[in-house]
């Protein structure tokens, strides 16, 4: 099996020169360095469900910019150079498995180590979400887990 590369943003907002600087520039790279046997870039509306729970309409709004942020109309390639000949773009949700597997793999970690991951210990303070920490963004890194598996 080749090499794959699994990516992708939340939809939590339309994209921006900071994105394409930090990220969607370097993905156009590797993209055509041809040293890539499958590239994926994923729209995480799952994801971004575990901070932005009060406002899904946000969130689902957002995927349809994000795709159209990627997208030049009535091009056969994307705005900022990612080919969908060479990269599959896909919307978490979409995809029934991912889930499946989340639920699987949260039998296989404790709420402790969860809660010492030291991401989510900076991300729950910067939220200030105290006491009332949402479970699934708690559980973010293992959605991620089954994202990459």
Known sequence: MGKIILTGDRPTGRLHIGHY??????????????????????????????????????????IGEVALDYMAAGLDYMACGIDPAKSTIFIQSQIPQLGELTFYYLNLVTLARLERNPTVKNEIKMRDFGASIPAGFLCYPVSQTADIT
């Open 21 to 62: 600087v930090g990220s969607l520039r370097r993905r156009v790279e590797l993209q055509n360095s041809g040293k890539f046997e499958k590239i994926y870039i994923m729209i995480a509306d799952a994801q971004a469900l575990t901070d932005n729970f009060d406002n899904p309409e946000k969130v689902r709004s957002n």
